[in-house]
Structures are given as structure tokens and as C-alpha cells.
């Protein structure tokens, strides 16, 4: 076969459709609905809370010696950096040995660790300053699961110097939201908070009553009818390429009337919600307005510099991620929390260095033992403490009770670090499930995998549960480590 | 024969490059490559590829390098014509560096590269690169829809509706991702759902502020509602009369009718609920400001005629393109008149006028606080390391003052219209007293900067001696050689190194030197650190030049020595020169001069263009480069050789573009 | 007339004192950028020492209101970095911290905290942070597990073969033996400072930052945990909660500091009491008799 250049660009360069090719995904188009298994379970249809997926993530620098146990099998005596989650032992299903071992194309490390992270894709990297991946695990989920909720997912906190870790599309990176004020805008702008009761829900199918109401706010929906015919007519009038993005536009077009539409229903829903609420105690958020003056970005500096109100802001965006699930305002929430150029004095109690990312490095090595011990004895520090805010949000979601389950046992939560180390690593990720999943997973214990099984294979357990599984993910069935036939054995 | 420029002498209609078949069939015979300056030949340029060149590649390089497999994301296969393999200079500059080096072929690779086809290969290159390659071949590269950055949100709404920017700065819009260099390059401009939603919010809250009490409020209304209702002219046609007009300036180009007409039906629902002229105007600015018009820059696809390679846009894409590239915001009245009258893609004099004014224009400061401060990363002061515990001095007036020292100096070599290269080395530099005195500057006082004089004792001058580009190229406690090494290859000569491979560590204390000998300088330990083979070949190339510049402590300040040991500041380059403190280092720099101002070249272009550069426009960034050389370099010279480029004044016609 | 004083110094040159322990005094602040990182009171006055930009700073008062205050040249790699008061005289302790194997630590002696001599240059390729004096003999503590001890604490002669995870981070001396404390509860006593015991190792994490000699027994302070003991070879442990990360002890009263600014009371070392906060973060604490002299 002749090299020729099948492209046509003229400029011998790797096209996306090319790489596309190469990696054997079918030519990106903004919804891959087709491996996508219909939805098994209708909301309304079952009486009782939804299962929701909910993934926290920290920065590199974890210390593996002190977050997994020796050897698999049942839980005893936690390592230092999950100590802070002792209370829930019985909640934790610890793994290890997952892993990514895609390739990348004109990435740094972060970003190599970063578009891998929820992806699992066989190939990352950047084309002409674009960022290219695959659908990520909480986007896949939110397909399904967010056809119910008014918010179809929502991403939150602070990516190292905003690397995207979830990916609508190939090429879609979904942008994180940071600041809080912001996020619950999203959320409660033009309804209430409120808890759900699910028992009479379930019972009544009112959701459906709510969508066939009639639609309501005729400014904002002529409005986006209006912009809508524009951009079609305008859509002709461009190149192919040029209509790609257009596309992007009329896709956030149809998100926002669906917002829209979705308010309606909510609001009819949640009136009678507010009549008969579900049996627990909304999560009180307190936003301090500092994190407002004189913007957010003079706070985000402070974060950086100031363990203390870096500690005020990870607990606001934990109870912004426990009220989202406790009101349905979606199903599928993804949080970073921490930021990799941060200072930990006072976290950091060893040594004099406290830059996170210095010490990452400092305190990574081939092998711990050759690491420098200070520096990874800080890097554990910091991870302790990031724990400590992850157990605080999990005592909060098995404190509140929907009807006979706790938030927690409707849960499935992946605590996890998007580098396995300080050295931009990509082989054995602290991964940590907490919650029974609603009986779909089997807690209390550490399963051990074999080196360099896919973390993909994670993430198509999980779409499963989230009633989105399919053939494969990521890298699940292509992975030159591919094993188990794309799952994890033994979870249930 | 000197090259041939072809003039974009366009009629609107056709759209052309060239003004007919016949000028286009001579240039092409005469030879693509016809020039005879130095006496090359470069008409049988294509014919040489064809016979000698590609049959050495497809020997000895296309294996690896070839479509299917595409080693370091090079393939050196391109389009089969083979006059416009020669235009993908990009490649053959790097082919060239490679192979001269000897560091291509690899030496295990399965065909070696005979010494003859070697030469054959290098003198072709070099006749190639020497070539001049015709405008009518160029490829104005890839378009990209590109949607307006947050900054250029807020300065074109605060100058379409007369609000000030500084409550349009409160609107909560999202942050652009800043790419790899600029945050306006189209294709990191994506529109998420969430984002949108954001600009949905931002108009209503326009709107609140056209429609509200602020002290420009009444201009605003103004801008909206420049014809309103009178006794000879009822309010329908008041609104279409001024939605005329509104529009022309908020899509940037003379408004279709059908557009109005779908505006208009706004304003009649308002109209029935009883609503009076201006709250029913008011329902109109919530769909232009969310438009695709608004959002985007949007340029429309033409055909070409005889299959050319280029269609010129027109007037009011021209004029946005320029007030994009030059202010950042919409184009204004002037700028706007000139279009309409077809005079910037029809009168080369006229369009180099608007330019000198635009660049005289205070909204041109927007080339300095955004452009250059994003060129040379100021945004790397807000996470600067050095640590106050070590550096006292280093505080928060200090870091603002060197931050707006950089503001200062870009935007006087704008103003003055200097040489460029005084960013290498110049006599004077920009200081508030405060920092003055942090630099040991005498005679300035007052808060705001200030151009002085200075000598070689001062040690500051040019882009190296500002504290912004020191003190982010280090960490909390001592200065970073790597860091300042791989930024000076990366900014400055545009040649960045390769990042660092995974699990790389910083320095270790305790290993020894090996000689039994222990590590005693800085130096040494740096050198540590780079004595694996795979860290050294890069090292090598980066760390000398960051241990020129150590006389400047980790915050930026002159030191001569670190008070218990001496500096060592001398290195060697890759190429043996050896260069000893801040000075051999500007000397190595000027003597680069040409390289250096290229790269500032290339950068601005893509600024301009809002895209990464691709190997075809080597060729332009060397011309512009040429052009402005005979005005020494100076600022304007490279702003106009910019807009007078084929990718600036061009796009790839109908069916030409290819899904990225 | 001699009182009992605890004082607390940290940035910008605050100084905090009280007299016992719980209620203190208004901030006191020094100059913007000057870090006092240690403080030691003995002979009737209290000594801070700290850094500013590249120079040494070393201030002391015998009223806790009026402060002499002297500066020395140190370059960036010559920081004082702690002060202690060793029944005679004051000791400082200094070196580069940045420095990658190459600290030059040195030490500076003074009778009032005003008049310094020195340095001395005391040799080795990582700082000595900590010191204790007991029987005649100093022992000393430092960074990448530098052990080290010496007669007059000009000279000293180094434990060979010493792990960096095995750090200590602080050492005191009492019952005729010097303990030093360290990285997840290392705890080792020795009893001339060339031989040292068997080391006793405690749950990761529970770094024991600081110990002091009570009279009658050693009491560590760790994150999660507080060890006590009489002889430094038998240990109780007792978990504690939000424990200060340094500690000092003077007539059975014991105070700690905390990130961010915080000031800590304790009567046993295991539980305690927030009592005072200033919005400047505070490196170190100290205590003794302040006044006529009583050492």
C-alpha cells in the first residue's frame, strides 16, 4: 500500500479522522449513541433513589505503601492515608494494579496523566493546540443517567492549570467549574433546594406527569428559537470545518432549551416535594463571600497559598457534591479537589519545603525507598489530609437517609488521583469504591489485579451499574494489557 | 529579477488573488520559484524533487516517516505536486537540521543514507529554503471558527454598547484555556453547554445594565437605539431603522434582511403586551448578544475560480481580522466606513494607513497586555515561587510593578515604533520607584512606571533583565538554570527543548560525583541531575544559557556573588561558543538576531491568525522577516508585513477544507 | 524579680508573650519579610533569632517589651534557624537549608542574646536543627538523619551510617539520658550520644515534632498521638487530638502552635485547649523565668 496522503491537507500532518482511524473508534460525531445499551431502568419505574456516581479525585503524589494494604483480601487496619475513612471499613472496596497504558501525541506529563485519567483512551494528545481523548466515564454515565435529572452531569474544582479530565466527545473536553458561587448558580437558579421523597415518587410516576406540562418561560425559548434558525441558516454558508463548530454551538443550543424544558418538569415535581419531603435534612451550604471579593480568582490565590481556606473550599465543593445527589439535581458528579501548585504549611509538618508540586517530584522515585523520605513523607501528609475532607463528605452521605437507604448505599463513589505517584505516573492508581452501590458491589475489602490491568475495565464496571454499560471503554478491549475480557472479576 | 509580489488587486466580485489566467499561467512558467537573487535557480526546483529527491526518501526516510508510520509526528510525503512540496519549508528546515547533524537517519536504521544521496538531499533543501515561493501557491492554512475570548467579550460589548469595561469584568465568564501560547487560538475556543449557559446569563445582565441607572447608561440606550421614534417616523420603523444599524456593528458586516425581520419579532410581541419603544427594544439585545454572529467571528466560504489555492476575504472580514488582531475588540466607525467603501482589499495605501492608526490607537495597548504579556507567559507572575521567607523584598507592590514593567516596555515599542530587537538589549528600561529602587535604578519616583536611561552597571535591559521573566523561572529558595534556559530557547529563539521524560525527579543531595570527589558547586549538582544519558543530551543544550543568567537571584535582583560562594556564569553551547554572564549571552542573542525576530514573527502570526502555524507558512514568516529587516525590525514594519500576508488577507476557498 | 514567661515569635517579627501560658499579651511586629524562626529564654531574658532577606537577625529583651535588636550578614546561605539556652548560654544554629548537601552549618554563642561570637564552623554536609545538654556533653539532631555530639558545641564528632528516614527532629535530656524524637514515633535514647539504643519505632504519620523533659518524665508531643515516659525506654501512649506541631513546657504548663496562627495550652500534653489566635503564621514557642536572674 503506497504512502500516499489520503488526507488531502496539504500539509502531511496527523488529521483527527486519521488518528481517529488509527485508533479504531468510529469517526467522532458528537453523540456516540451507538454502543450505548439502552437504559434498563426508567426513573419513575422503580420506587426507590436512583443510583448516583460520584468521583472525587486529588493531585499526583500519593504514596502507594500508605494507601493499600500489603495484600488483598478482607479489611483490617488501614494505611495512614485512608485512616481518616475507618468509620466506613465496611464501605471500602480498595483496588489495585489498575492502570493506563494508552499512548500520547505532544503531551507533558500532566496532560498525559490528566486526558488519560476518566478516559482510559488508547491514544491522547493534542492536534494543532486541541486536546483529543475519548468519552470520559462520568460523560459515558451522564448519556443515561442524566436523561432524568436537570442537570445532566456536573463537573467541579481545580484540574492542574486546567487540564481537562472529562471529555464529552473525543475532542469536547467539558470545562470544571470552580468557583462555588458559580456551581450552585447552576444548580438552584429558578428552583429551590429540596429533598426528594422517593417513596412517593416511585409510586405516583409524577415525573412523567411533570413532562407532559406545558412549557413556560416564552422569552428565553423564542429566544433560543431565533439564535437557533440563525445558526442554521448560517451553517451553510461555512466550510465543513467551520460547521463542526457550529455544531458544538447548536448542541449547547439544544442543552439549554432542555434546561429549560427540564425546569418545568422539576418544578412541578419538586412542589410536591416541598409539600412531602424525603426524610433527611438538606445540606446547608455557607459560601463565605470572600470567595466572591473582589473575585474568585484573588481567592483561588489564597488557596493556593493557605491550607485553611484551601480546607473552607474543598468542604464547600464536598457539600455542593452531597446536595446535588441529595436533591437529583444529577446523577453524576466529578470533583477535583486540591491543586498541584499549592503550599501546605502546617499539612506539611516535615521538612521545609511545602510546594506541592516540588515535593511530588522531590518525593518520587523508580522505587520509595530511593525517594527522598521527607519529601514523600510530606506528599503523604498531604494526601492524609485530603482524606480527611473525602471521610467528612462520606459520613454526610451515609448520614442522610432517602426512605430507608442512606445517600451512601445509593452511591457509587471512586476516590482516586489522576497521576499513581509525584512522577507523573500512569501504572497503579490509588482507586478506592466507597459505598455498596446499591448491592451491586461487594465492600470491606481489597481486591488485588494483576500489574497493568486497565483501569478501563473499572470504568465499564461502573457504566454498568450506571445502567450505561456496553462492549467496551477506553481502552478495555484494546489495551495491549487487555485482561479479563474488559471487566473486573469479583466485585459483586 | 526580484520576486514577484502579486498586489491583491481584487474586484469583490471575483475574489481572486491574481487579477486574470494570464498573469496566473506566466507566473507559473516563469518559475513558482523564480527568483535569481544570489543566483538561484529555482525553477527546476519541483523537477529536482521529482527525479532525485523523492526517490531518496521513499529509500530512506519514508518507512518511519511516511504516512502509515509517522515517527516523531513527521511525515515527509505530501500533496503529489511537486511545486508545492517544496512550499512545507517547516519540514524541510527541521529534515535539514536533523540530517546535517547526523542525528537522522538513526544509525540503526534499516537503509542508511549514502553519502552522495546526502548531499544531493542538503543541497536541494538549501536551494529550496533560498527559494522565493510565490503567493499564488500559498496556502493561507486552515480557517478556524473562532469564538470571541472572554477579553474580547468584554471589549467588544463595552464598545458596542458603550459600557464600562470595568462592571463587564464582574460578568463571571468562563476563563479561557490558554493553549499552548494564546488563548485566542480557535481551536481551544470550545463551546460547552455550561459555557453557553454562561453567556446566556451574561446578556440578561447587559441588558440590566444598558436598561439600568449607571452613569453611561443613557449613551448605551444611545448605541441601541440610535433612530427613535418621531412624529414623521413611527416607532416600527424606528426599530427596524436602528436594528439596521445596530446590527451592522454587532455582526461586524451589513445585516441580511431576514435577520432584522426575525429581530423584529421581539419587539412586535412587546409592542402587543403594550410594552413602550424601549422595553420592547430591550427584548432584542438578549438574541443578538447570544447569536453566532456575535459569538463568532464568522467569515463565509467562497469558491475559487481556476482552482487557486486562496480567495481574499472581503472588506468587513478583513476589518475585523484587523480589529481583532490589533485591538482586540470590534472594528470602529473609521474602520467600519473604510469597508464599506471597499478601500482595505482594493487600496494597499489606504489599508497601510488604517494600520498606523489603529497601531497609534490607545486600543492597540491590547497587542502589549495581551499579545506580547501571553508571548513571554507573564501569566506565570501570579504563581511566581520565590517565597517572601527568603526574598523580603519580594512583595506584592514588586511583583505587580514588574508585571506592568513589561506592560510598559511592549507598549512603548509600539508607541515609539522600535526596533524589536530591543527586546534582546536596549539602553533603557521601565520602573516605578519602587522598583527602581528594587533594581538599584536611580532617579525615578512616583508610582507609575517610567522609561530611564541606563548603563551597563544597572545590568537590566532587553526582556531578560525584567524581574517578571526571572522570578518565574525559579523556585521558592534559589534560581532554576533549566527553567531559565528552556525558557529562553522556548520564547525567545523558538526553539523549544522537549519536555521531560516521566518519574523525573529534582536534585538529589547525596549522590557523589563519582570521582570520590564530593559535590561541592552548584554547578556540579546541576550537573548531577543531567548525567544520565537520556537527561544529558537535552541538558546540555539548556543549562548553560540558565547559568549566564545566575548573576539575577531567584526574585529577580542583581547579585554578584551568593554571599558565601562565588557564581560561576560561564557555559558552553552545543556549538562550542562559549558565552560568560548576562552579557555573552545578549552578544549570542544578537547574533541571532535574525532568528530571534523570526520567532517573534511566527508568534504574532499565529496571534493574528488565531492558529497554530503549519510548515507552509515558513515561507511567510521569512518574508515578513525579510520585509521588515529593510526598516530594522521596527514594530509597525512587522504589524503590516503581517497584515499584508496571504494567510491574514486570505482563506482556503469552497472544498479546500478538510474535517480536523 | 523574675517571672515566668512563654513566648511566641513567627512572621514578620511577631512576638507573642504570656505569663501563663493561656492569656497572652498583644502582638508585637518587627519589619515586613522578617521571619523570627526560634526563640529560647534563659538568663533572665528572652532571645529570638531569624532571617530577613539574606541576613541573620537576632533580637532579645529582658522585660518582653523593650527589644534589642542586631542583624549580621549571612547570606542566603548562612540562616539561623534555632536558638536554645543551654543552662549558660545561648546557642545558635544555623546553615543553608536550601542547599543540597552542602548546608554549612555553623553555631553562634551568647551569654545575653546581644553580643554574638562566632560562627564556628562545625563541619558536616546536612545542618544540626536541634540540640540538648545533659552530663557534661551536647547531642544534637539534624536533618537527613545527622546524629552528632560534642563537648563544647564548637566540635563535634558524627554517629556514622545514619538513615535519612530515620530523622530525628528534636532531642531532650532528663533521667541521665538524652531522647530524641522523630518520623512516625521514632523515639532513641542514648545516653553519651556516640552509642545509641535500641530505636523505638510507632504508628506512621505520628511524627513526634517535640519533646520536653518535665522534671519527672519525657512527654512527646506527635500528630495523633502524645508518648510519656520516665527513663525514655519504656513509653506510654495516649491518642491525642488537634495537638500543636511544636511544643514547649515551663512549671507543669505546656503550650503548642499550629498552622494558621493558632496558640495551644495543655496541663498534660494530651489535651488542649485552644487559646489564643493572630493572623500571622507563628514558627516557635518557647518558655522560663524572665527578669532579675534566675536561669
Not at chain 2, 537571584?553 to 551568593?562: I, K, L, N, V
Request: hydrophobic share 40%; with cysteine; proline share 6%.
Amino acid at each position: 500500500m503506497s504512502d500516499r496522503n489520503r488526507f488531502g491537507d496539504g500539509s502531511g500532518r496527523m488529521t483527527r479522522r486519521a488518528m481517529l482511524r488509527g485508533a479504531g473508534v468510529a469517526v467522532a460525531l458528537p453523540f456516540l449513541e451507538s454502543w450505548v445499551r439502552p437504559f434498563a431502568r426508567a426513573a419513575g419505574g422503580i420506587a426507590g433513589p436512583p443510583l448516583r456516581m460520584a468521583i472525587v479525585t486529588v493531585t499526583g503524589g500519593t504514596v502507594l505503601e500508605s494507601w493499600k494494604l500489603p495484600g488483598g483480601g478482607p479489611l483490617g487496619k488501614l494505611p495512614s492515608i485512608l485512616r481518616p475513612l475507618d468509620f466506613a471499613r465496611n464501605d471500602l472496596l480498595i483496588l489495585t494494579g489498575l492502570s493506563h497504558t494508552g499512548a500520547s501525541d505532544n503531551l507533558n506529563g500532566h496532560e498525559n496523566c490528566g486526558y488519560k485519567h476518566l478516559t482510559g483512551a488508547a491514544r491522547v494528545g493534542k492536534i494543532g493546540g486541541r486536546p483529543y481523548a475519548g468519552i470520559s466515564v462520568d460523560q459515558a454515565a451522564a448519556r443515561v443517567a442524566g436523561r432524568e435529572t436537570f442537570l445532566p452531569s456536573i463537573e467541579m474544582g481545580l484540574t492542574n492549570h486546567e487540564t481537562p479530565f472529562s471529555f464529552r466527545s473525543v475532542d469536547q473536553p467539558a470545562p470544571f467549574e470552580a468557583d462555588p458561587r458559580m456551581i450552585f448558580d447552576r444548580m438552584f437558579r429558578g428552583r429551590q433546594p429540596v429533598v426528594p421523597n422517593w417513596k412517593r415518587r416511585g409510586e405516583s410516576r409524577d415525573a412523567e406527569a411533570g413532562r407532559t406540562s406545558p412549557p413556560t418561560d416564552p422569552y428565553d425559548r423564542s429566544v433560543l428559537d431565533a439564535v437557533r434558525a440563525e445558526a442554521r441558516a448560517l451553517r451553510n454558508r461555512l466550510d465543513s470545518s467551520d460547521r463542526q463548530k457550529l455544531d458544538q454551538y447548536l448542541d449547547a443550543l439544544r442543552a439549554s432549551e432542555t434546561r429549560i424544558d427540564r425546569l418545568e418538569a422539576r418544578l412541578r415535581v419538586e412542589a410536591l416535594d416541598v409539600k412531602d419531603p424525603g426524610p433527611s435534612r438538606l445540606v446547608d451550604i455557607r459560601i463565605p463571600s470572600e470567595m466572591g471579593k473582589p473575585s474568585f480568582h484573588h481567592y483561588r490565590e489564597l488557596i493556593h497559598r493557605d491550607p485553611e481556606k484551601h480546607a473552607d473550599y474543598i468542604r464547600i465543593m464536598a457539600d455542593l457534591l452531597v446536595l446535588a445527589l441529595q436533591t437529583d439535581t444529577t446523577r453524576v458528579v466529578t470533583l477535583a479537589a486540591g491543586a498541584d501548585d499549592a503550599f501546605f504549611p502546617g499539612v506539611v509538618t516535615v521538612g521545609y519545603e511545602y510546594h506541592c508540586h516540588t515535593l511530588e517530584h522531590q518525593g518520587n522515585a523508580d522505587r520509595p525507598e530511593n525517594a527522598d523520605p521527607i519529601a514523600r513523607e510530606a506528599c503523604r501528609q498531604i494526601h492524609a489530609w485530603y482524606t480527611e475532607f473525602f471521610a467528612e463528605m462520606v459520613a454526610r452521605l451515609k448520614a442522610i437517609d432517602e426512605g430507608g437507604s442512606t445517600l451512601l448505599d445509593n452511591t457509587m463513589l471512586l476516590y482516586t488521583s489522576y497521576m499513581s505517584d509525584g512522577g507523573h505516573g500512569t501504572i497503579d492508581y490509588p482507586a478506592l469504591l466507597v459505598g455498596k452501590a446499591q448491592g451491586t458491589l461487594r465492600t470491606g475489602r481489597q481486591i488485588d489485579f494483576p500489574a497493568k490491568t486497565p483501569m478501563s475495565n473499572l470504568f465499564v464496571e461502573m457504566l454498568e451499574r450506571m445502567g450505561a454499560g456496553g462492549p467496551g471503554f477506553g481502552d478495555s478491549l484494546t489495551s495491549p494489557n487487555r485482561a479479563f475480557e474488559g471487566r473486573l472479576p469479583g466485585l459483586a | 529579477m526580484d520576486a514577484i509580489r502579486i498586489r491583491l488587486v481584487t474586484k469583490r466580485e471575483t475574489r481572486m488573488c491574481w487579477k486574470s489566467r494570464r498573469i496566473r499561467a506566466w507566473i507559473l512558467l516563469v518559475g513558482v520559484f523564480g527568483s535569481a537573487v544570489g543566483g538561484v535557480r529555482g525553477d527546476d526546483l519541483p523537477d529536482r524533487y521529482r527525479r532525485e529527491v523523492l526517490p531518496i526518501l521513499n529509500r530512506a526516510c519514508v518507512g518511519c516517516h511516511g504516512e502509515s508510520k509517522r515517527e516523531g509526528g513527521l511525515s515527509l510525503l505530501g500533496p503529489d505536486d511537486p511545486a508545492l512540496a517544496v512550499a512545507r519549508r517547516g519540514v524541510w528546515k527541521r529534515v535539514r537540521d536533523r540530517v546535517e547533524e547526523g542525528e537522522m537517519p538513526p544509525d540503526d536504521a534499516e537503509t542508511p543514507l549514502l553519502d552522495s544521496d546526502r548531499k544531493t538531499l542538503l543541497a536541494w533543501i538549501s536551494d529550496a529554503m533560498a527559494a522565493r515561493i510565490a503567493r499564488s501557491v500559498r496556502d493561507p492554512g486552515p480557517s478556524v471558527l473562532r469564538r470571541l475570548t472572554r477579553g474580547e467579550y468584554v471589549r467588544t460589548v463595552g464598545d458596542l454598547l458603550s459600557i464600562e469595561k470595568g462592571d463587564l469584568e464582574r460578568l463571571d465568564l468562563p476563563e479561557d484555556d490558554p493553549g499552548d501560547h494564546f488563548e485566542n487560538l480557535g481551536a481551544s475556543l470550545s463551546l460547552a453547554p455550561t459555557t453557553l449557559e454562561r453567556y446566556f446569563d451574561a446578556a440578561d445582565r447587559v441588558a440590566a445594565m444598558v436598561f439600568g441607572n449607571g452613569w453611561y447608561a443613557r449613551g448605551s440606550r444611545d448605541r441601541l437605539m440610535p433612530v427613535r421614534p418621531a412624529p414623521n417616523r413611527p416607532e416600527r420603523e424606528a426599530a427596524r431603522a436602528s436594528l439596521a444599524r445596530f446590527l451592522r456593528r454587532a455582526h461586524r458586516r451589513p445585516p441580511d434582511p431576514t435577520e432584522i425581520d426575525r429581530l423584529l419579532i421581539f419587539f412586535d410581541r412587546e409592542k402587543a403586551r403594550g410594552a413602550p419603544f424601549e422595553e420592547a427594544m430591550r427584548a432584542l439585545l438578549k438574541p443578538i448578544l447570544i447569536s453566532p454572529r456575535f459569538l463568532f467571528r464568522i467569515e463565509q466560504d467562497r469558491p475559487a475560480l481556476d482552482g487557486s489555492r486562496s480567495v481574499t476575504v472581503d472588506d468587513d472580514e478583513l476589518a475585523a481580522r484587523l480589529s481583532y488582531f490589533l485591538w482586540g475588540t470590534m472594528p470602529d466607525e473609521t474602520l467600519n466606513q473604510l469597508a464599506d467603501r471597499g478601500k482595505l482589499t482594493s487600496d494597499p495605501a489606504a489599508l497601510e494607513a488604517e494600520v498606523r492608526r489603529m497601531l497609534g490607537d490607545n486600543r492597540a495597548q491590547t497587542l502589549s497586555k495581551v499579545f506580547a504579556a501571553q508571548w513571554v507567559q507573564l501569566d506565570r507572575m501570579r504563581t511566581a515561587r520565590p517565597s517572601q521567607e527568603f526574598f523580603p523584598r519580594f512583595h506584592a507592590g514588586i511583583k505587580q510593578a514588574m508585571v506592568e514593567e513589561v506592560w510598559a516596555f511592549f507598549d512603548h515599542l509600539r508607541v515609539d515604533d522600535r526596533p524589536v530587537t530591543e527586546i534582546i538589549d536596549c539602553n533603557y528600561a521601565f520602573a516605578n520607584e519602587e522598583l527602581a529602587r528594587y533594581y538599584g535604578i536611580k532617579g525615578i519616583s512616583g508610582g507609575k512606571m517610567q522609561k530611564v536611561a541606563i548603563g551597563p552597571s544597572d545590568h537590566r535591559g532587553g526582556l531578560l533583565g525584567m524581574g517578571a521573566v526571572l522570578a518565574s523561572t525559579s523556585h521558592t529558595f534559589r534560581t532554576s538554570p533549566t527553567l531559565r534556559g528552556k525558557y529562553v530557547l522556548e520564547v525567545l529563539l523558538g526553539t523549544p527543548p522537549p519536555p521531560p521524560p516521566a518519574n523525573v525527579g529534582l536534585l538529589k543531595d547525596d549522590a557523589p560525583l563519582g570521582k570520590g570527589r564530593e559535590v561541592t558547586t552548584f554547578r556540579e549538582k546541576m550537573a548531577q541531575h543531567a548525567s544520565s544519558a537520556s537527561c544529558a543530551g537535552c541538558h546540555r543544550k539548556i543549562d548553560p544559557i540558565g547559568f549566564a543568567l545566575e548573576n539575577y537571584d531567584a526574585a529577580g535582583a542583581w547579585r554578584e556573588s551568593t554571599r558565601d560562594r562565588p557564581l560561576d556564569l560561564s557555559g558552553v553551547l552545543p556549538t562550542g561558543e562559549r558565552i560568560e554572564g548576562i552579557d555573552g549571552l545578549k552578544r549570542v542573542l544578537k547574533a541571532r538576531r535574525d532568528q530571534v525576530v523570526e520567532n517573534l514573527v511566527a508568534r504574532m502570526l499565529e496571534y493574528a491568525l488565531g492558529r497554530k502555524l503549519t510548515d507552509e507558512d515558513e515561507p511567510t514568516v521569512r518574508e515578513i522577516r525579510e520585509m521588515s529587516a529593510r526598516s530594522e525590525y521596527r514594530y509597525s514594519s512587522i504589524v503590516l508585513e503581517v497584515v499584508r500576508s496571504v494567510p491574514f488577507q486570505c482563506r482556503r476557498p469552497t472544498g479546500r477544507e478538510v474535517v480536523q | 524579680m523574675s517571672r515566668p514567661v512563654f513566648v511566641a515569635v513567627g512572621y514578620d517579627g511577631l512576638r507573642l508573650l504570656s505569663e501563663d501560658g493561656r492569656s497572652w499579651g498583644s502582638p508585637m511586629l518587627g519589619q515586613e519579610g522578617e521571619v523570627l524562626r526560634s526563640a529560647a529564654v534563659g538568663n533572665g531574658r528572652v532571645v529570638a533569632v531569624g532571617t530577613r532577606g539574606g541576613d541573620q537577625v537576632l533580637t532579645a529583651s529582658v522585660d518582653g517589651v523593650k527589644w534589642t535588636r542586631s542583624r549580621r550578614e549571612g547570606g542566603y546561605g548562612g540562616y539561623l534557624r534555632a536558638v536554645q539556652f543551654d543552662g549558660r548560654r545561648f546557642l545558635g544554629l544555623g546553615g543553608d537549608p536550601g542547599a543540597v548537601g552542602a548546608a554549612n552549618p555553623y553555631v553562634l554563642i551568647s551569654d545575653d542574646g546581644v553580643n554574638w561570637e562566632g560562627p564556628h564552623r562545625i563541619g558536616g554536609k546536612f545542618l544540626i536543627r536541634r540540640i540538648a545538654f545533659g552530663d557534661g556533653i551536647y547531642v544534637g539532631v539534624g536533618d537527613r538523619g545527622r546524629r552528632a555530639w560534642s563537648r563544647d558545641a564548637i566540635h563535634w564528632e558524627d554517629v556514622p551510617d545514619v538513615k535519612p528516614l530515620e530523622t530525628l527532629i528534636d532531642i531532650a535530656h532528663g533521667a541521665g539520658v538524652f531522647v530524641g524524637v522523630g518520623l512516625h514515633g521514632l523515639r532513641w535514647r542514648t545516653l553519651d550520644g556516640r552509642k545509641w539504643l535500641e530505636p523505638i519505632r510507632g504508628e506512621e504519620g505520628e511524627h513526634l515534632n517535640s519533646i520536653v523533659w518535665t522534671g519527672d518524665r519525657f512527654v512527646a508531643v506527635g500528630l495523633g498521638a502524645t508518648y510519656l515516659s520516665a527513663d525514655g525506654a519504656k513509653w506510654e501512649r495516649r491518642p491525642n487530638r488537634e495537638a500543636p506541631t511544636t511544643v514547649c513546657h515551663h512549671e507543669g504548663i505546656f503550650v503548642g502552635t499550629k498552622w494558621k496562627g493558632r496558640l495551644q495550652a495543655s496541663r498534660d500534653g494530651i489535651v488542649w485547649d485552644a487559646v489564643a489566635r493572630v493572623d500571622r503564621h507563628i514558627e516557635a514557642v518557647a518558655a522560663g523565668w524572665i527578669g532579675s536572674d534566675r536561669s
